[in-house]
């Protein structure tokens, strides 16, 4: 899973902002958006992702050293499982932005189980 400009598998730091972002924003309104909403700095090698609306596409920023790197995708077939639930920023594993990009969701599907009355 690379990019010619960026190899995801060798990223140290990714954070996906969770909820819905406005996509029409580019590298400065989402760079700002990093700095001012979530006290981040879009400055340190690391890559966020944001998503729109749709669930179809996404779009990433990753300062390179002497600029940044915007990166948008659109899906032609499925569609992303971003969690919606949540005004925050995640620090995602490999092992996590690798299921998003393949659709899969990225939080846990079992839930701890409650003691009950047994049948």
């Known amino acids: ?6 190899a995801f598998d060798q ?3 990714v954070f996906i902002v969770c909820g819905k972002t406005d996509l029409r924003k580019g590298i400065d309104g989402l ?9 981040l700095d879009p400055f340190t090698p690391a890559l966020f992702l944001f ?3 749709r669930l179809d596409r996404f779009k990433g920023l990753y300062w390179e050293g002497d600029g940044f790197i915007l990166l948008y995708k659109r899906f032609e077939n499925g569609h992303l499982q971003w969690p919606r639930n949540r005004q ?15 659709g899969f969701t990225i939080e846990a599907s079992i839930h701890p189980a409650q003691p009950s009355q047994l049948y």
């Open 51 to 53: 998503c729109g609306g």
């Open 31 to 39: 760079a700002s958006l990093i700095q001012s909403e979530y006290r």
């Open 88 to 102: 925050e920023v995640q620090q995602l594993s490999q092992r996590q932005l690798r299921q998003l990009l393949n």
């Open 1 to 6: 899973m690379t990019s010619s400009l960026l």
């Open 11 to 13: 990223l140290k730091q």
